[in-house]
């Protein structure tokens, strides 16, 4: 990636200040990115909603060819994003499954076959860079000596083992992760069926009642700032930790909790800065997680 300026940017004051040695905010083409620390030649960026050329419930970089934008303002946002990484662009047909391949294998397929993450190994994948969309769904980037993984964590693929999937697919073992901007404790209300499904896998600490875990919208931005276009309020439902679920699933795969970096950015939250599909309803854009082998 070329340098950037520092940028100081509501967004770099919302990232938790826990995370804030490990993930940088730059400007690159007069586009906001979060960039991670990452080991070796591996390298990892968060879009956000600005510094693209959409209009509309998709404004500004949205990124999603199979949204209801104009397909040549998305094909001009992913252009830079490709002009930034310099490499191509290699993005898979997210389901909500469990699916993980290489990024060159994924080349090689039908452009609609269902997958959610994607490896890149600095020689085999050599030229590409992964990039997942997501308007909610928490990003999973793992890091290991040999390779890397982008996955897309969806509740269901995060109950299913979409986290375990990812680090499967690794030649090597992962040290390192990182969780993306995603919906946050404080906004992912669910039904009791789903609570109870989670509590089950990964305990009941994950599953939090009214008050519990900083209020309505206050666990999800750093400080517990107030949400810049009203976030939603949780009041009294029930609400599931995705963060915390991840976090207990790359734990299982024996990455040690100082290894996990998360900005504890909510995207429902933080709607003037991401796009949610919780908050915007189903006609919304979407932001990147790319992931790429410096050369």
Not at 99 to 117: I, K, S
Not at 146 to 161: F, K, Q, Y
Request: hydrophobic share 40%; aromatic share 4%; charged share 20%.
């Amino acid at each position: 990636m070329k340098d950037g300026r520092r940028l100081n940017l509501p967004l770099a004051e919302r990232i938790d200040p826990g995370a804030r040695s490990r993930l940088v905010v730059r400007e690159i083409e007069g586009i906001p990115l979060i960039e991670a620390a990452l080991p070796g030649p591996f390298r990892a960026v968060f879009t956000t909603r600005l510094g693209g050329e959409s209009r509309g419930p998709f404004a500004t970089l949205n990124l999603s060819q199979r949204s209801e934008d104009e397909p040549a303002v998305v094909e001009r946002n992913r252009a830079r994003m490709a002009r930034i990484t310099g490499k191509r662009l290699v993005s898979p047909a997210q389901a909500h499954g469990l699916r993980v391949a290489g990024a060159a294998e994924y080349l090689q397929e039908d452009p609609d076959t269902p997958c959610d993450g994607l490896t890149i190994h600095a020689e085999i994948d050599k030229g590409l860079a992964a990039l997942l969309l997501f308007a909610d769904c928490v990003p999973v980037v793992l890091c290991g000596e040999m390779d890397m993984a982008v996955a897309h964590g969806g509740w269901r693929g995060i109950l299913g083992g979409i986290v375990q999937q990812a680090g499967r697919s690794l030649m090597g073992m992962a040290g390192t992760a990182v969780i993306g901007p995603s919906i946050g404790p404080c906004c992912f209300v669910v039904d009791e069926e789903v609570a109870g499904v989670f509590a089950a896998r990964f305990g009941p600490e994950v599953v939090l009642r009214g008050g519990e875990g900083g209020g309505a919208a206050g666990a999800g931005r750093a400080g517990g700032a107030a949400p810049a276009r009203g976030g939603p309020s949780a009041g009294g439902a029930v609400r599931v930790d995705l963060w915390a679920a991840t976090t207990k699933a790359l734990v299982e795969m024996n990455i040690h909790p100082s290894q996990v970096v998360n900005p504890r950015l909510c995207t429902a939250c933080n709607n003037d800065l991401f796009f949610s599909h919780r908050t915007d309803g189903p006609r919304t854009g979407r932001q990147g997680c790319l992931g790429w082998a410096a050369s």
